[in-house]
């Protein structure tokens, strides 16, 4: 059976921690498996900054901005990050207030990837063996709590230890 070797090829991609995009340099996407995995011109991070803020400006709205920004955290995250460095006055309420609250009202329309851990209220007796899927009590940093509708409970961990 393979091992899944996520410092190496389409792998590496599909992890937004590492994936560099564009951003690999020749000897990189060799020594990573990345040849023909990319386009070959290479792009440093302000260029692929700015390809993504002319993607964000295109889009038409808001939630669509949001969403935009979403995906792209899902895939690379040292650009998703460098983005909003560059552009948070602009940004933070498509990220955030109000706008993340639309994303949430239409979360079952617009989700792609879990991200965090969903608990069904009707099998109360599963919560402690899913919890426990998440590691131990100190890795869990932040509890939001939402009906799948809007959020209506949010709070810091260190507060609820």
């Not at 599909?14 to 990573?32: I, Q, T």
């Not at 889009?59 to 690379?76: G, H, I, V």
């Not at 989700?111 to 965090?116: A, I, L, M, N, S």
């Not at 809007?150 to 230890?161: F, H, N």
Request: with cysteine; proline share 6%; glycine share 4%.
């Amino acid at each position: 059976m393979p091992t899944l070797n996520l410092s190496q090829g389409a792998a590496l991609l599909r992890a937004p921690y590492f994936n560099k995009g564009s951003a690999f340099p020749a000897k990189e996407r060799k020594e990573f498996k990345l040849e023909g995995l990319l386009p070959s011109n290479v792009q440093t991070l302000d260029e692929q900054v700015r390809r993504a803020y002319q993607q964000f400006e295109s889009r038409p709205n808001a939630l669509a901005k949001n969403t935009f920004m979403t995906s792209m955290k899902e895939q690379n995250e040292v650009l998703y990050y460098k983005l909003l460095q560059d552009h948070l006055k602009e940004m933070f309420s498509i990220i955030y207030t109000p706008t993340e609250g639309e994303a949430i009202e239409n979360f079952s329309r617009l989700f792609r990837k879990p991200e965090g851990c969903f608990l069904n209220i009707l099998e109360p007796e599963k919560v402690p063996n899913i919890l426990a899927q998440w590691g131990e009590a100190g890795d869990i940093d932040y509890i939001v709590v939402s009906d799948g509708e809007q959020v209506t409970y949010t709070q810091p961990i260190l507060d609820l230890v």
